[in-house]
């Protein structure tokens, strides 16, 4: 007998699921498409477990008669092409016949519902080679499958899966790839019974993207189209607030079909070169519509590769479509940008030497000679001009008195200033000195900070619960001079700052406020009520952090003028004894308490 063999069924079904069925999402992205195909227009997908368990979908399309609904989990078993030729204008999104048999055959069980236009409903239970109809009592038109424990029975392609919240982020980027669209399709989402997308029925994109990413929305440009008799395209792009460090939201369709391309990523791409920060990475939607004949979409089992017959022409109507848009608008945003810095009456950076020759005062008046230097200077500096709303200096205050002509302060390990006065050596912390100068400026200002619009918004991914967080106290952070905006899925941007607050970390900030200090948040007490202005201890938290990170570190060396600048500051407090986080700004030693550690005092 000879060693070849024709394989069971079974076992080719195992291998062509190999590449049909990567991972739950390609399930999802295979019925997904069967329900469309079958012109539905209600698309509900239901999840359990992130998938893991089960992935059910139910459409109101038009359904299936029994022998229809048994032919289509068998292998290369499809309604969508009949010969040759239709492999050469495939206009259905699933055509190979693959995707059920594939399915059925690594799933413990598959669930099927089915009716169709004068057709009795039928209801069966397949696993692997085996059916067994059930009664049904389902009287509209339209499918539901079930699948129910992907890879039960290939428990090494099981193990290679990553976590569950990782397949179900695979899962939402293929509902969402799909969902996009197909405007014309009411698409419902839910894990675990609770509702994630309601995308529902628009005639235009826009407001499918404004369902998705929220804020994107109004950082996106009108559509453009480039129109020739071989090729449409249809373009949707991003400001450059829309821009991201990482991955853009960029998404490529052809012919109604979510695609990954080389040639189009890099035409849009090139587009944007001088419009955006070269290590951003742009946003846009980009529809192209050409003859299904002058395109190959059956590379790859997963149908998310073409191949352009002429991949030049692409790449130059791509690129000019999307330099021309963003040509067009940009002027228009340059002019009332230009516009409004003008309007505005920005004031000088304070000059932190003062009774020096001439060449160190050019050296440091500029705040942006030196990274260091300007560091210290923002954080630590501030103007009587600034602090005019500090209407009085409480009694206690005034019994510091730090500030005379002869204090010649000095500084050790780099973290304490130290002046002698009176007897008395007095400590003063530097950073919780300028935490506290910072926290009563902000505090005085809230709701009249002056903001600065950052050149390149800063883009946050977080956790949805941390998200959810940040975008409930939007308002708080608007009184501070923060604008925050939602980008939709796990982004957030910051688009300004508060004017006072330069070189500050910003997502470094945004984590503190997530996982504030213990001993900010037990030591609110105190501060509730601060001179006459009351505040949350929301508001509170998002104050102290703000000042913490704004000011002076331990550890930095200062020179003996920005010493000064900090005691001239800390003397104009309304209470400048102890920082937010409730440590003590300023400590003394006595001579006689330091004669006494020398026993020269008994």
Request: hydrophobic fraction near 40%.
């Amino acid at each position: 007998m000879g060693k070849i063999r024709i394989l069971p069924q079974n076992l080719i079904n195992l291998i062509a699921a190999g590449e049909v069925v990567e991972r739950p999402a390609s399930a999802l992205k295979e019925l997904l498409e069967n329900s469309i195909d079958a012109n539905a227009t209600e698309i509900i997908v239901r999840l359990e477990n992130y998938g893991l368990d089960t992935i059910s979908i139910k459409d109101n399309g038009v359904g299936m008669t029994k022998e229809d609904a048994i032919m289509a989990f068998k292998q290369h078993a499809t309604s969508k092409i009949i010969s040759e030729d239709d492999l050469h204008r495939i206009v259905t999104m699933g055509f190979r016949g693959e995707a059920l048999a594939s399915i059925s055959s690594v799933a413990e069980s598959i669930e099927v519902e089915t009716k169709t236009e004068g057709s009795k409903a039928v209801k069966f239970i397949i696993r692997q080679t085996e059916i067994e109809e059930k009664p049904s009592t389902k009287t509209e038109n339209g499918t539901l499958i079930k699948i129910n424990k992907l890879f039960e029975n290939i428990p090494a392609r099981k193990k290679f899966l990553k976590t569950p919240q990782t397949e179900y982020r695979y899962i939402t980027d293929i509902f969402l790839n799909v969902a996009l669209v197909h405007t014309g399709i009411h698409f419902e989402l839910y894990n675990n019974n609770k509702l994630v997308y309601k995308l529902t029925k628009t005639d235009n994109i826009k407001n499918r993207i404004f369902e998705v990413w929220g804020g994107l929305a109004k950082n996106l440009f009108e559509e453009t189209l480039f129109d020739s008799p071989q090729l449409k395209i249809k373009g949707i792009f991003g400001k450059s607030e829309a821009a991201r460090k990482t991955s853009g939201i960029q998404y490529i369709y052809l012919n109604n079909r979510y695609i990954q391309s080389k040639v189009v990523s890099a035409a849009a791409q090139e587009g944007y070169s001088g419009f955006i920060h070269k290590d951003l990475k742009p946003s846009y939607f980009i529809f192209i519509e050409i003859n299904p004949e002058e395109v190959d979409v059956n590379i790859h089992p997963r149908k998310m590769e073409a191949k352009f017959a002429k991949s030049d022409e692409i790449f130059r109507s791509v690129l000019t479509l999307t330099k021309k848009t963003l040509e067009k608008n940009t002027k228009d945003i340059i002019n009332a940008s230009f516009s409004s810095i003008s309007s505005q009456n920005y004031s000088q950076p304070r000059t932190i030497i003062q009774n020096e020759d001439t060449n160190p005062r050019k050296r440091f008046s500029n705040s942006y000679t030196s990274k260091e230097r300007s560091k210290i200077s923002d954080a630590m500096t501030f103007t009587k001009e600034l602090l005019q709303p500090i209407k009085h200096v409480a009694d206690s205050v005034a019994e510091v008195s730090l500030m005379q002509d002869s204090l010649k302060p000095f500084q050790v390990f780099n973290t304490y200033i130290v002046v002698e006065k009176d007897n008395k050596l007095i400590f003063v912390d530097q950073h919780a000195a300028a935490e506290k100068i910072m926290f009563e400026k902000l505090v005085s200002q809230m709701g009249k900070l002056q903001k600065k619009l950052l050149l390149v918004p800063e883009i946050i991914d977080l956790p949805k619960d941390s998200k959810e967080y940040i975008l409930s106290h939007k308002e708080q952070f608007e009184d501070l001079g923060f604008s925050i905006e939602d980008m939709g899925l796990d982004s957030i941007q910051v688009l300004e700052i508060p004017e006072i607050l330069n070189k500050f970390d910003i997502k470094e900030y945004i984590e503190s406020i997530l996982q504030p200090e213990g001993n900010i948040v037990a030591n609110f007490g105190q501060f509730e009520t601060y001179n006459g202005i009351k505040l949350t201890r929301d508001i509170y938290l998002i104050i102290a952090t703000a000042a913490c990170h704004s000011s002076v570190r331990a550890g930095q060396k200062l020179s003996e003028n920005e010493m000064l600048n900090i005691l001239k500051d800390l003397n104009l407090l309304y209470n400048p004894y102890n920082c937010p986080h409730g440590r003590p700004v300023i400590w003394e030693l006595s001579r006689y308490d330091l004669e006494k550690g020398f026993k020269r005092k008994i």
